[in-house]
């Protein structure tokens, strides 16, 4: 089992930026043995792919809708998945979740991949 908690979510203006963090506060598995992923979902959607990282930070993907704007990246010595928000958009608002691979070292984009999930930070961006 792992536990994630996200922090960094708020408001911010058009052309703003945030950062979004992910802390392993709990895992069975060594943090540097899977990937990880940030995942958006706004209330009716299904839940959007937004970047993934392989477990050693070297790999990284993203969606085409924040390509450019956003950056993942990972610290494995303090457990943390990090996602850097720069040129937001009103349409970035909405609810973002970390994940956790834990079967998998490669970063993917499908969220059946997942198997952790964090409770959520909410993201608003505003004109």
């Known amino acids: 089992q792992v536990q994630l908690v996200e922090s960094g979510g708020g408001a911010v203006q058009t052309g703003g930026s945030l950062r979004l963090s992910c802390v392993v506060t709990?895992?069975?598995?060594?943090?540097?043995?899977?990937?990880m992923g940030w995942f958006r979902q706004a209330p009716g959607k299904e839940r959007e792919f937004v970047a993934a990282?392989?477990?050693?930070?070297?790999?990284?993907r993203y969606a085409d809708a924040v390509k450019g704007r956003f950056t993942i990246s990972r610290d494995n010595t303090k457990r943390t998945v990090l996602l850097e928000m720069n040129s937001l958009k009103t349409d970035d608002t909405t609810v973002y979740y970390c994940?956790?691979?834990?079967?998998?070292?490669?970063?993917?984009?499908?969220?059946?991949?997942?198997?952790?999930w964090g409770q959520g930070t909410q993201v608003t961006v505003s004109s």
């Open positions: 709990k895992s069975d598995r060594s943090f540097d043995n899977y990937a």
């Open positions: 994940a956790a691979d834990t079967y998998g070292v490669a970063p993917a984009a499908d969220a059946s991949d997942y198997d952790c």
């Open positions: 990282v392989d477990w050693r930070g070297d790999s990284r």
